[in-house]
């Protein structure tokens, strides 16, 4: 901008229109830049965390079945609301509040309060078998021993927004997953997101296996598997119910 007055005859240096509008489109993307930067910290922190808390899970499994010669918890399909895993698992976790919830689930209030859960078991493990009259077929599969393929057989999921917040949602109904919309249902393969997918096909989430290991798979992954007729909760070897 030149100043008119006839004593100071300089020019002093301003902004036009276009580089004012500019350089706020630029403070406007370094604000989502940040913000997305931000968000992706807190995904990643909260993804570790629930890894750890399915660590932990998984050695509080093999701590039970050691002191009960193999055996280990049941779900409150057959112990009852009152025999949940989780709490049988009681002694052997630290934090026992923060191991049950997964730090990622939008109802973590609410799952404490009801007295829940956010780890589902795999119900190919923990849940018997029956025939039609409700009568067990086989021995249980609630036993080290009888686990196939430890480092193959997945034990424990995290579950979707959908499930149940009181503590008779503890396993999953792993023999009904047949299609895609059926294990979103159940689980949450797309727990860790930064851009969720209304089909739940973006992102990944934490698998614990029986061997104690966690992994993370993506949501893709396990969809690719599920569309092909694979059910990622089937022990190796095992048929699944007709």
Known sequence: MCSRHPLIPRCEPGFTLVELLVTISMIGVLAVLAVMGANAVLASSRQVKCMGNLRNIGAALHLYAADRGGALPETTHTAGLDGSWIYALGEYLG??????ICPAVPQRDERLRARGTSYLLNSFIFVPETDPFGMPMGPAMNHLNRIPEPSRTLVAFVCSDTTGVGPGNDHTHSNQW???SAVCR???PDRFSLSPARDHSRGKSNYLYGDGRVESMSAAEVKRKTDQGAN???PPGMNPAP
Do not use: K, N
């Open 178 to 180: 047949g299609a895609w």
């Open 95 to 100: 934090d026992f509040d923060e191991t049950r």
């Open 232 to 234: 990622i909760a089937l």
């Open 186 to 188: 159940d689980i949450a």
